[in-house]
């Protein structure tokens, strides 16, 4: 009986590929072993070089997933020839392939007896189609794929009529066309995800810890770039809270708490010859970003995709949410379509103006945070597409220091490479290595303008891959990175272990709610009217028994109860809030209210009188000629003989005992409707209604009121429904004397 299919596993850990088990591959140069990255290399050539185990293997499925897996990196498109495939087979006549063919279409395929079935599944994509599966069960074979070899996706169900009890596996690479040389693909992890211990470990995610020296005390926004990576630094343990809020509108601020090792003294905040010596300040930005699944591109995937990945659209790079900026090319560049871009179908396009000098960056981005004395590549695929010109470039790496400015303070140029403009102009692979110095940070990389440009072009670019080491290994998709915690360095504790001999600092992180935990925030009726910066706000939840009320922006001192010349009437504080009717009461806060009962309210009759002088606050009527008071109201009152005054404000002109001169009126009228009056010093008084709504109802309303004396309109509205006249500006009022709430 055969062995299980799912028994060939390889992760290629040795110095030579075994060739005991990969007994039906091509010999070299056509197919080696890459033994610094473990993985088989295989030329695509036109005789199609395969790596290839003739088994035989029994595929028959099981519960355990028998069957045959890998990554697999297929060749470039190139000219639109090239193939990559995976096969399982028992012969020329029956066997299921997964392709990715000439043009970047993958397509699944099984032939019975010599007759072909073919599934298309879509365009190749280097992240989702990253890892290949084939498998059989109950007739037929299931075509799978998958970013991380473990959350897997079928792509396409074919049935097969040939016995799968002996069958051979090999991955095939070659060209129908005419392709540049030196194309290959690459095969790694058979059926496992474990690595070899000199290599990343697939089955966990990348992890980066990075602090922000370059942006010194920050907070608020959180930057996208330009950190430095501490993550070697980290000991012991890490713990991140989330942030909150709770029901009573108090927040809590989501914090991070971790040890960084600082045996060099570099995160000693004193240490003269620091690299980061007065740049280590308080609320500095610091992030915790993973990226699933692993790899050696550091990149986001827009940028080392040119666009294919990352979730953006055709046109404008917007460099706020891409990080990819252009200095050559005033818009900043755009993503565009191209039937032959060099993976995928999307490219970034950058205008290079003649006589743009030499250093120019054409396309750069400061995403990535270096470590320090680390070694890192950078490539990028570009090309000139502007027939009939000639353009230098060279690709860089730039150096960001802490209170250096807005630019890198040093850079690193690759080799100067001369494009040639074509509509059908092919891709040329530039390169550049650096060592990130003893102070960075950040770092910037990209490509640059070699020498002055002769003529006006476009360049193109894709393929860009950042890496640590000092060589190019080939570009791999990344993985996406997902943000665990952004916050500001609160604290920053440095202690010594091992008898004073090792130094760490034990920094606690705090996000953006710390902007709120320290405040407590108001019910959402006064957030919204605060929004608009009044002049006052009296919210009237002052506690029972006082004898004044605060104004909750702070711009005035309390405003004092006073009572009328006959005598006081009654104003309590701290009352619960009620209405007559459940869907009628004060949804603006849940504190307490003032109550209002002086006698004989809605009558002619002259009384004692307690109310809230607004006038021992220093306001004294509107101080803008366009202004707007907001009230809201319970009257409980019966129905007023004349009116029932809840807010006045007036000047000191009478005419037989009554305001004769400027007044501002408030009040529910003889008919229970809320009513409004605005008068200026010799005007006479406009009288306007908020309309036909009893306010006489026990219930609670919201009124506002106001007058554009520019505009000549004056307002009043009643629970979001509002009246407006025509008002000129004589009835403006002006020379308020009084200004009172509740009389």
């Known amino acids: ?65 028998n069957g045959i897996f890998a990554r697999v990196s297929p060749p470039e498109i190139g000219n639109g020839s090239t193939q990559f495939l995976m096969r399982v087979q028992v012969d020329a006549n029956n066997q299921a392939t997964l392709i990715r063919d000439g043009g970047g279409a993958l397509n699944a395929q ?86 070899a211990p000199n290599q990343p470990n697939l089955n966990w995610p990348l992890l980066e810890d990075s602090w922000a020296p370059y942006w010194n005390a920050n907070s608020g926004t959180q930057p996208l770039d330009r950190y430095v990576e501490v993550t070697d630094r980290t000991r012991n343990t890490a713990s991140i809270q989330r942030g909150r809020q709770y029901e009573l509108d108090q927040v809590r601020s989501g914090e991070a708490s971790f040890t960084l090792a600082s045996t ?40 080392a995709t040119g666009g294919d990945l990352g979730g953006v659209s055709l046109g404008a790079i917007n460099s706020t949410s891409t990080d990819i900026f252009s200095v050559s090319d005033s818009t900043n560049g755009s993503f565009v379509t191209s039937a032959s871009a060099w993976l995928g179908s999307t490219v970034m396009q950058f205008s290079v103006p003649s006589a743009t000098a030499a250093t120019t960056r054409i396309c750069h981005t400061p995403r990535w945070s270096p470590v320090p004395g680390q070694a890192y ?33 040093s850079f690193t140029y690759g080799t100067s490479t001369a494009l040639t403009g074509s509509t059908t102009a092919g891709w040329t692979l530039l390169t550049v290595t650096a060592t990130a110095p003893a102070n960075a940070a950040g770092m910037d990389v990209g490509v640059a303008v070699a020498a002055t440009a002769a003529a006006t072009c476009s360049v193109q670019v894709d393929g860009w891959q950042l890496e640590k080491g000092s060589a190019a290994t080939t570009w791999q998709c990344p993985g996406i990175w997902f943000p665990l915690y952004a916050g500001w360095t609160e604290r920053w504790t440095p202690s010594w272990t091992m008898q004073g001999t090792y130094g760490v600092v034990q920094p606690t992180a705090v996000d953006t709610f710390s902007l709120l935990s320290q405040q407590q925030l108001s019910d959402p009726l006064t ?51 009620t209405a007559t009717d459940s869907t009628g009461t004060y949804t603006g806060s849940s504190g307490t209210v003032v109550r209002v009962a002086n006698p004989n309210p809605g009558t002619a009759t002259v009384s004692a009188a307690t109310f809230i002088k607004l006038g021992l ?13 907001i009230l809201a109201f319970r009257y409980t009152g019966p129905t007023p003989t004349t009116g029932a005054y809840m807010w006045t404000a007036m000047d000191n002109l009478r005419s037989g005992g009554s305001p004769s001169g400027s007044r501002i009126e408030l009040n529910v009228d003889s008919s229970g409707h809320l009513g409004f009056g605005l008068a200026g010093p010799s005007s006479g008084l406009a009288g306007m209604s908020a309309g036909s709504v009893n306010v006489v109802d026990g219930d609670w309303h919201l009124a506002a009121f106001g007058h554009d004396p520019v505009a000549g309109i004056a307002f009043v509205s009643l629970d979001g429904v509002t009246s407006s006249y025509s008002v000129s500006s004589v009835y403006a009022p002006t020379n308020i004397i009084g200004d009172n709430l509740g009389a």
């Open 377 to 409: 590549t950078v490539q990028l695929r570009v090309r000139d597409v502007t027939a009939a010109t000639s353009l230098s470039v060279q690709a860089f790496i730039g150096w960001y220091t802490a209170g250096g400015g807005g630019s890198p303070t």
């Open 617 to 629: 606050s220093g306001i004294l009527g509107p101080t803008s000629t366009q202004w707007t008071r």
């Open 527 to 577: 957030e919204e009217i605060s929004s608009n910066n009044p002049r006052f706000v009296f919210k009237l939840d002052d506690p029972a028994g006082s004898t004044s009320v605060a104004d909750s922006t702070g711009k005035n001192p309390p405003a004092q109860l006073a009572i009328s010349k006959y005598g006081a009437g009654s104003l309590t504080f701290g009352n619960a809030i």
């Open 110 to 195: 099984v032939i019975n007896a010599g007759v072909t079935t073919t599934v298309a599944v879509g365009t190749y994509e280097p992240y989702s189609h990253a890892w290949w599966r084939l498998r059989e069960t109950g007739g037929n074979v299931l075509f799978d794929t998958a970013p991380d070899g473990v959350t897997w996706t079928t792509r396409a169900t074919i049935a097969h009529t040939w016995a799968v009890t002996a069958v051979s596996v090999v991955f095939i690479s070659g060209f129908f066309g005419t392709e540049a040389a030196g194309l290959a693909a690459y095969v790694d992890h058979v059926n496992t995800t474990n690595s």
């Open 264 to 303: 060099d003294a570099a995160l000693d905040p004193v240490n003269a010859s620091g690299p980061w010596y007065g740049h280590i300040q308080p609320y500095q930005p610091y992030r915790k970003r993973a990226q699933w699944p692993a790899t050696r591109n550091l990149l986001d995937q827009v940028m």
């Open 1 to 65: 009986m055969a062995p299980k299919l799912s028994t060939l596993v390889d992760q290629f850990g040795g110095a030579a590929l075994n060739t005991v088990v990969w007994n039906n591959s091509s010999p070299s140069p056509d197919v080696t072993l890459d033994a610094a990255l473990d993985r088989v290399k295989i030329a695509c050539t036109a005789a199609y070089p395969s790596l290839g185990s003739s088994g035989p293997f029994d595929f028959t499925g099981d519960l355990a997933g």
